[in-house]
C-alpha cells in the first residue's frame, strides 16, 4: 500500500524559499511507478489549489500562477518529491499535500498534509 508523508519547515520568512518533501513509502516513485505526484494546497478558509505534478518520466507541469515560483522534483533512489516555492510570500501560507495523481479528482493517494505559515 502506497503512503505519502509530507515534510518540512513549518515556518518560513517572507522572500525565502519555501521547500518541502514528499517521502513515498509501499511503491516507486520514478518509471516503475507509471504515476504522476502532485503538491496541492489549501490556504486558511479557501478551497484545495493544484500546484503541479511530476510524472514518473520526470515531466513537469505548473499551474499558471505558480510556474514562475514553483519547481517540483524526484528522487527516484530516495523515493521523494521536493517541492521548492521561491520568493515566498503571506499568501502562501497553507495546508501542503502531496498526491499521486495528476488532477483532480483523479487523485487515489494522499499524505495527512503539512501546515506552513509564511511570515516577516
Known amino acids: 500500500q502506497v503512503q505519502l508523508q509530507e515534510s518540512g519547515p513549518d515556518l518560513v520568512k517572507t522572500s525565502q524559499t519555501l521547500s518541502l518533501t514528499c517521502t513515498v513509502s509501499g511503491g516507486p516513485i520514478g518509471p516503475l511507478s507509471n504515476s504522476y505526484w502532485s503538491w496541492i494546497r489549501q490556504p486558511p478558509g479557501k478551497g484545495l489549489e493544484w500546484i503541479g505534478y511530476?510524472?514518473?518520466?520526470?515531466?513537469?507541469s505548473y499551474s499558471e500562477s505558480l510556474k514562475r515560483r514553483a519547481s517540483i522534483t524526484r528522487d527516484p533512489s530516495e523515493n521523494l518529491s521536493p517541492l521548492q516555492l521561491s520568493s515566498a510570500r503571506p499568501k502562501d501560507t497553507a495546508v501542503y499535500y502531496c498526491?499521486?495523481?495528476?488532477?483532480?479528482?483523479?487523485?487515489?493517494?494522499w499524505g495527512q498534509g503539512t501546515q506552513v505559515t509564511v511570515s516577516s
Open positions: 511530476i510524472s514518473h518520466s520526470g515531466v513537469t
Open positions: 498526491a499521486r495523481g495528476s488532477f483532480a479528482p483523479d487523485y487515489d493517494c
